[in-house]
């Protein structure tokens, strides 16, 4: 039987050519011959973690402090102790909305306290280093009552309009059409605040302000009814029933008592006195149909 030779295959170019490794096992190679890199890196990481974990408990820290002095000053009840716990909070550095809070709710008790420069001041903080906290429409509205209460009737209307067209969404803009009608009146323009206190009970319905433009509506009506129609003024007109109450409703009628009827007379036709004499001197009369018989003689 002859022999089958084979022919040797010559050496291929990809012989020489790593083999294909996964994602392990390449980190595993190149941890193999870079171990000082890899350890390092790995106590980078674990120190960033730990100087992650330090700063969030500090901060955690800071705010729980924050928050715990923050109660303390809200439970003064001078407001002007409270302005100055309030003011000595104001140099922390705390998260930025419980700073802007911080700011307002500052501004407010200067407000109340009547520190008009101050309130003025801290309002106007709100607005230019926290534009985008919800507080910044509160505080406009505050610039415009400090500009009212200082008769700048112009400034106070241009606050409060300000609101309804920059935040027409916030809560604060569903109130403001009751300041700008009561600035109105106060600028002798009588028509504009009648519209506006009409939009005030639209806009806002059921609501504190809402009655409180009605009522001013009413009282604008008494007195300009020229400008409202005779509906507005004058009240209609309801048929009114006074219905008493039950224990006050008349007792019905019933019949007298017994006692206060007249009594029965019950006469009888008895003999005087005269006749009944008369009567005993005459003697009665037997009939005289029935007579008894002779009894019949004895014998001897």
Same mark, same amino acid.
């Given at each position: 039987?002859?022999? =089958?030779?084979?022919?040797?295959? *010559?050496?291929?170019?990809?012989?020489?050519?790593?083999?294909?490794?996964?994602?392990?096992?390449?980190?595993?190679?190149?941890?193999? %011959?870079?171990?000082?890199?890899?350890? *390092?890196? =790995?106590?980078?990481?674990?120190?960033?973690?730990?100087?992650?974990? $330090?700063?969030?408990?500090?901060?955690?820290?800071?705010?729980?402090?924050?928050?715990?002095?923050?109660?303390?000053?809200?439970?003064?009840?001078?407001?002007?102790?409270?302005?100055?716990?309030?003011? #000595?909070?104001?140099?922390?550095?705390?998260?930025?909305?419980?700073?802007?809070? $911080?700011?307002?709710?500052?501004?407010?008790?200067?407000?109340?306290?009547?520190?008009?420069?101050?309130?003025?001041?801290?309002?106007?903080? =709100?607005?230019?280093?926290?534009?985008?906290?919800?507080?910044?429409?509160?505080?406009?509205?505050?610039?415009?009552?400090?500009?009212?209460?200082?008769?700048?009737?112009?400034?106070?209307?241009?606050?409060?309009?300000?609101?309804?067209?920059?935040?027409?969404?916030?809560?604060?803009?569903?109130?403001?059409?009751?300041?700008?009608? #009561?600035?109105?009146?106060?600028?002798?323009?009588?028509?504009?605040?009648?519209?506006?206190?009409?939009?005030?009970?639209?806009?806002?319905?059921?609501?504190?302000?809402? #009655?409180?433009?009605?009522?001013?509506?009413?009282?604008? *009506?008494?007195?300009?009814?020229?400008?409202?129609?005779?509906?507005?003024?004058?009240?209609? %007109?309801?048929?009114? =029933?006074?219905?008493?109450?039950?224990?006050?409703?008349?007792?019905? %009628?019933?019949?007298?008592?017994?006692?206060?009827?007249?009594?029965?007379?019950?006469?009888?036709?008895?003999?005087?006195?005269?006749?009944?004499?008369?009567?005993?001197?005459?003697?009665?009369?037997?009939?005289?149909?029935?007579?008894?018989?002779?009894?019949?003689?004895?014998?001897?």
């Amino acid at each position: 039987m002859a022999a =089958v030779k084979t022919q040797k295959k *010559g050496k291929s170019l990809f012989d020489d050519q790593p083999k294909p490794q996964g994602d392990l096992s390449a980190l595993v190679e190149q941890f193999k %011959e870079n171990p000082a890199l890899y350890v *390092g890196a =790995v106590a980078f990481i674990a120190l960033c973690l730990v100087a992650g974990l $330090l700063y969030r408990a500090h901060r955690n820290s800071v705010e729980r402090d924050l928050y715990t002095s923050y109660a303390q000053a809200l439970q003064e009840q001078d407001p002007a102790e409270r302005l100055a716990a309030l003011e #000595r909070l104001l140099e922390s550095n705390g998260p930025e909305d419980v700073m802007a809070e $911080l700011a307002y709710v500052t501004a407010e008790t200067a407000y109340w306290a009547q520190d008009s420069e101050k309130a003025k001041a801290l309002f106007e903080r =709100v607005k230019t280093e926290y534009p985008e906290s919800p507080y910044v429409p509160d505080a406009a509205e505050g610039l415009g009552y400090i500009a009212e209460d200082a008769s700048d009737f112009d400034a106070a209307l241009n606050a409060y309009k300000e609101i309804e067209q920059l935040w027409p969404t916030s809560f604060t803009a569903r109130r403001q059409p009751l300041n700008v009608a #009561r600035v109105q009146e106060k600028l002798g323009n009588i028509e504009a605040a009648i519209q506006s206190y009409r939009e005030q009970t639209t806009v806002f319905p059921e609501s504190n302000v809402a #009655r409180e433009a009605q009522a001013a509506l009413d009282r604008l *009506g008494k007195s300009n009814p020229e400008l409202f129609t005779p509906a507005e003024v004058e009240p209609s %007109e309801m048929v009114e =029933v006074d219905i008493p109450a039950l224990d006050s409703q008349p007792a019905l %009628e019933t019949a007298p008592p017994a006692e206060d009827a007249p009594a029965l007379e019950l006469k009888l036709d008895a003999p005087s006195s005269d006749s009944t004499e008369e009567a005993l001197e005459q003697p009665s009369e037997a009939p005289a149909s029935e007579t008894l018989p002779e009894a019949p003689a004895e014998t001897p």
